[in-house]
């Protein structure tokens, strides 16, 4: 059997290709479509191409600690913290909103893109300048305190976490908030926010309950965008802002 294959439990054989994420064919991006070299002496942040098959210039880095937010040690590693100055924008705004109203709320913000954008590894898309990964808000199910992780926790359709995380609980209030400042945002708007079925019913329903602005419930209803490998984060991604010509 080759190695890049394995049965799975229904007893088929299942294989990952080379250059290949979760199985879908990764789209190369095709210099050849865009005046690179207009682009390359450029002073202004470009985002080229789509999400999932792009280029990224002269980008913004998204700070490494803020208001309200931290970004991931593993996505400075990477060098993974580079974006559209939208985004950086949108995210600073988002957390500092957040922690106004809740105080000591810290989002964690995970991988952007690499900095001239192009294939990240772990990431069919985030190539842009367009897309970030973002933790959830947690707290701890027992004291009510907020729980900041280093890595992304999976809850289910209860809102709880499962095996060394069961005693954690995604707190609907602050993820709410979360996701209402970033649909609401005035300059940049929110393409796609990416999560699982049960979490984003979740939210709905608690959005429903405590009654918010009915156009704050359209948009969300549709950015939140059922992804079943997002039940251990956000995967947020803004439209091309209309000063990028070459966005796709």
């Keep these: 059997m080759p190695r890049q294959c394995k049965v799975n439990r229904e007893g088929r054989l299942q294989c990952t290709l080379q ?3 979760r199985g879908r064919a ?19 942040p470009l985002s080229v191409g789509l999400p999932y098959a792009g280029r990224l210039h002269r980008p913004a ?27 950086v924008e949108l995210l600073s705004a988002s957390a500092a909103r957040v922690a106004r109203l809740y105080p000591k709320s810290i989002l964690t913000v995970g991988d952007l893109s690499p900095r ?15 897309d ?3 933790g959830f ?25 499962a095996g060394k995380y069961a005693h954690l609980m995604f707190d609907l209030e602050r993820n709410w908030e979360l996701v209402e400042a970033l649909v609401s945002h005035k300059t940049v708007h929110v393409q796609k926010i990416f999560i699982s079925s049960q979490l ?3 939210l709905l329903q ?19 965008s059922v992804d079943t490998a997002h039940g251990d984060h956000y995967h947020v991604r803004i439209a091309c802002p209309d000063n990028q010509p070459h966005c796709r």
């Design 26 to 44: 990764l789209q190369k991006f095709d210099a050849t479509t865009f005046p690179m070299d207009q682009i390359r002496k450029s002073r202004s």
């Design 200 to 202: 984003r019913d979740l």
């Design 61 to 87: 880095a998204m700070p490494v600690s803020g208001k309200g937010f931290l970004l991931l040690a593993r996505t400075q590693e990477r060098n993974h913290g580079w974006a559209l100055p939208e985004l």
């Design 132 to 134: 970030v990964d973002l």
């Design 137 to 161: 808000y947690i707290v701890d199910g027992r004291s009510r305190y907020q729980i900041v992780t280093t890595e992304f926790v999976h809850f289910n359709e209860s809102a709880r976490g």
């Design 116 to 130: 001239a954008g192009g294939y990240a590894p772990g990431h069919r898309s985030h190539q842009s300048g367009r």
């Design 19 to 21: 250059g290949t994420t």
């Design 206 to 224: 608690y959005a429903d309950a405590v009654a918010r602005p009915a156009d704050v419930l359209r948009r969300a209803r549709a950015a939140l």
